[in-house]
């Protein structure tokens, strides 16, 4: 055995705190005057850093460590049972506020968004000149309005179920504005809007006449017959 | 078939005061536990942060959140390692956030602040040796640190020490060897 791995067994043997060296490398140390010195260096080493942890590990407890444990618990269970008391209190009273402030919120918001829609999305009530509008109407009668695709949106608040008062169409933005801008027209002057109301004369439907087929092969004959 | 209870005769216990009988019997069930393992964690955290005012606050900061969880806690036999875990757990956490400060405040005085190297004669008899040791534990994993913390403890065994921390003896007295024979290494 060389003095490399005695020393390494030696080191192995003191960090495991053996109670003797395995019997190679005390054959090799009982030989070898500089294993020994290392021997003991290591010893001397382990000695103090087992003394070195002892004094980390049990160093002296304050006496007023418990005490002051035993304080701070008391200040502890007061608030403890306060917050036991009033906790379901305040739950129940953030509860209620928030299933009668959230749908008002709602509410509130539709109306902003609906009256921001009407009054500042075109340059005010500017009447057009009634001739054109009855041009404009008699050439191009409006269609259905084009309803945008309709997305699920996650609900918030309670459903609300609108009334046909205040239903909503989503359309484009400026369809929505040409729309408002007819129905202004129509409340100025009503007779613009009866229009839309008779009967479009339409130009009556002309039936062609259509030439009948004939093939000379084909023999018509009651079901019967043919069977 | 249903039975029948007779409520003794007197006032029954409200929910209240049984909620108070309870926490009683818990605080008073903690109050033995606290005597008892106390010094432990003050230990471990002195063990971690070698500085006694910072141990005293990790201790009642660990003894504190046992108490509050006290009843959660299922086998009360368990007491012991539950809290060793929380107070290294805590000592680790503030001995890492006081190595940043330190690190970010002063990183040119560290290497000033290094000792010379000695022999291990002179380092045993000298505060300098227990610089260096503590130098050399946080450098080791944080499972050797806990290990060799509790062995060196007066009055715990390694059969002790393998309950507290819910591992088995050859796993501490591994942890054990390879702990001593690093620390051997750097404090050549």
Known sequence: MNCDRARQQITDSLAARALALPADVAAHWNSCVACQDFYQSQQKLFCSLDAGLRTTANAPVPPWLIPAVHLRIQDTVPRRAWIHTWLPAGAAAVALLCAVAVPMLHRAERRTASAHARSSDYPGNVPLPAGEIQAAVRSNPPAAPRVAPVVRVRRVGPRVRPTSADMEVMVDKGEARGLDHLVDSIRQKPALGRGFFQAAALPPDEMKPVPLIEIAELRVAPLAEAQ | ?188
């Open chain 2, 1 to 188: 078939m249903q039975e029948l209870v007779l409520n003794p005769p007197g006032r029954a216990l409200e929910g209240d005061e049984i909620r108070q009988a309870a926490e009683t019997d818990v605080r008073r069930e903690f109050e033995l536990r606290l005597v008892e393992c106390g010094p432990l964690a003050f230990r471990i955290a002195h063990g971690v942060l070698r500085n006694a005012a910072d141990a005293e606050d990790i201790a009642q900061e660990a003894l504190l959140r046992a108490y509050r969880k006290f009843d959660r806690l299922r086998d009360p036999r368990r007491f012991r390692a539950w809290l060793v875990r929380i107070t290294f757990r805590l000592a680790l956490d503030r001995w890492r956030s006081a190595k940043r400060r330190e690190q970010r405040e002063a990183a040119w005085s560290i290497s000033e602040l290094r000792p010379t190297p000695a022999t291990a004669e002179e380092m045993a008899v000298s505060n300098e040796f227990q610089e260096r040791l503590a130098r050399a534990m946080e450098q080791l994993p944080g499972k050797f640190r806990l290990v060799l913390l509790l062995s060196a403890m007066e009055g715990y065994t390694t059969e002790e020490v393998s309950g507290m921390l819910g591992i088995p003896v050859g796993t501490v007295k591994s942890r054990l060897f390879f702990a001593r024979k690093q620390l051997a290494e750097k404090l050549q």
